[in-house]
């Protein structure tokens, strides 16, 4: 089966190029950061899924939103600070969506074969993948029955916290047992090198 693109690229270097775009969009004026989201837009288009992928998620988050501006009113807050805070929380939602659609943990595990001086980090990593989905499994259960939803993502997080000794041993499970390995694709991870430049170069100009 043919892999996109984005599969392709090295999981490290997405990780990297999420911290990197974290740090962009908190801190980099408006104008500048406006360019960065559009293009990045553009970008992950190459992959229509994932930007579908990531409207449904906005969509699904609006009333999340909806009270970011309302307080913002409440408390006499600028409703384009508002806005914008909005913005970089979706572009951060996007590069989210990213990494989670388009990597797989054994890309991770065949990391740490290769060099066994990174298994504490991706035993980390992997973890923290498998913890995800658990956490939005019981997300969406508990929303369907009250819609408060700071109290809906701290019960799930609390609940998804629980499972935390079945999760590491699954994941010690897949880290030991053989895993095929990850080919270093020379073009699609030139591609993302790219973009990471575009996300530094975000950093220092201002305009």
Known sequence: MNTSIFEQQNVILKFFTILIGIIVSATININCF????????????????????????VLKLMPFFTSLLVLGIIFSLSIYDQIFLIIRISYILLLSIYLIKTSSLDQLISI???????KDIVSYLVATLRFIPHFIANFKVMYRAEK???????????QTYELSDDIWRETNEMINRNSPTQDFWIFPNLFLMIFLALEIICLSVKF
């Open 34 to 57: 406006i360019v960065l989201f559009i293009v990045s837009i553009c970008y992950f288009l190459l992959e229509r899924y994932l930007f579908i992928a990531w409207f449904k998620l």
């Open 148 to 158: 408060n939803v700071v109290e809906v993502f701290t019960k799930a997080i609390g």
């Open 112 to 118: 740490q074969k290769k060099h066994n001086q990174t």
